[in-house]
């Protein structure tokens, strides 16, 4: 397996953990409170649809020409890659609020305590939930997969690394029979931000008739650029983010002082 | 809104999200990398820093925004 394939490997593994760890979350939230049978119906259903859509456009993308495939897929990729990478980073400075999975869990149970009255057989609101759940969390997964895998011709590999990850999580799940709050998502992200980004760049750069120097080798020096610079910098916006708030605390009790005496 | 435009606005939000900004600053910098690899020289170099600059203004907009907020 070549380096670029161990990547490919990695990011769909990373991404897809934690995409399915939320899914879990919703998908435990409605089968404990409403119907385990529609809530897995559900899961099923939205599984089945995924796979239809990676098997529809994995060829299709794959019989495009190289370079057009290069540049069309790796400017998406790069586009979707910074995107995941800004939210990581400002989550990490403190920006944007922390994906909480007990938290989460905690909202959709609610919810699916008070959705209406339970019927029993054939639960619609456990397998609308369920469905809609699993599927949103699952296309951006099956974007990487279809992405990534298309880049290199090895849509396969990026699926069967995704399957992986699903039962990885399905088990853990089931071991804890509670929401995977201890497992590191936004770490993870922050992970799957950093190599978008980079493989984006990799593939957009040559698609568009530039050449890396030392080829595929390159990545040795992207990755850890990219990484190293979007540490730097959820450090430097935490940092700052600190000093405005101990600042803001500091003058608080002055400003109170001087409207104090005023009065007096 | 129809079902097309809705489908249309449902995918810009998923591949783009809410920053058009550094997505066109994306393209931009790939076309420009395509512009000069055409003339023969190297162009390898373009993407690095356009894509850490952009990066670091988008956060850099996003972080004034919270701070306006807050």
Redesign the interface.
């Known amino acids: 397996m070549s380096g670029a394939e161990v990547g490919l490997a990695i990011s769909v593994f990373l991404a897809c953990t934690v995409e399915a760890v939320e899914a879990l979350t919703i998908v435990l939230a409605v089968g404990t409170t409403r119907s385990w049978s529609s809530a897995m119906s559900g899961v099923g259903a939205a599984m089945l649809t995924l796979a239809v859509i990676v098997a529809a456009l994995g060829p299709a993308l794959t019989s495009l020409p190289i370079d057009v495939l290069r540049?069309l897929i790796?400017?998406?990729l790069?586009?979707?890659g910074?995107?995941w990478?800004?939210?990581a980073?400002?989550r990490s400075?403190g920006?944007k609020a922390r994906h909480d999975e007990l938290e989460s869990f905690r909202v959709q149970t609610d919810a699916a305590s008070t959705a209406g009255e339970r019927r029993s057989g054939f639960d619609g609101y456990a397998f609308t939930i369920s469905f809609k759940g699993v599927l949103l969390e699952g296309?951006?997964v099956a974007?990487i997969v279809l992405t990534f895998g298309a880049n290199q011709h090895r849509v396969a590999l990026a699926a069967a690394a995704a399957g992986l990850a699903v039962l990885v999580v399905i088990a853990a799940g089931v071991a804890a029979r509670a929401p995977l709050a201890r497992v590191p998502e936004n770490t993870m992200k922050f992970a799957v931000g950093v190599m978008l980004?980079s493989f984006g760049?990799f593939w957009?750069?040559e698609g568009?008739?530039?050449?890396?120097?030392g080829g595929d080798a390159?990545l040795l020096a992207?990755l850890p650029?990219?990484l190293v610079?979007?540490v730097a910098?959820a450090w430097t916006?935490r940092r700052?983010?600190l000093s405005?708030s101990v600042a803001a605390a500091s003058a608080a009790p002055a400003e109170a002082g001087d409207q104090a005496s005023v009065s007096a | 809104m129809t079902r097309a435009r809705a489908c249309l606005a449902s995918v810009w939000e998923?591949?783009?999200?809410d920053?058009w900004r550094?997505?066109l600053g994306?393209?931009l910098a790939?076309?420009l990398?395509?512009l000069?690899?055409?003339t023969g020289v190297?162009?390898?170099w373009?993407?690095?820093p356009a894509?850490?600059g952009?990066?670091?203004l988008?956060?850099r907009r996003?972080?004034r925004e919270?701070?306006r907020g807050s």
């Open positions: 540049v790796g400017g998406l790069l586009v979707f910074l995107q990478l800004r939210k980073i400002l400075a920006l296309l951006e974007f980004s760049m957009g750069t568009a008739g530039a050449s890396w120097p390159a992207i650029g990219v610079a979007a910098m916006v700052a983010t405005a | 998923f591949v783009v999200g920053d550094t997505a994306a393209v790939l076309a990398t395509a000069i690899a055409t190297a162009a390898w373009i993407m690095p894509v850490i952009l990066l670091a988008s956060i996003a972080a919270a701070s």
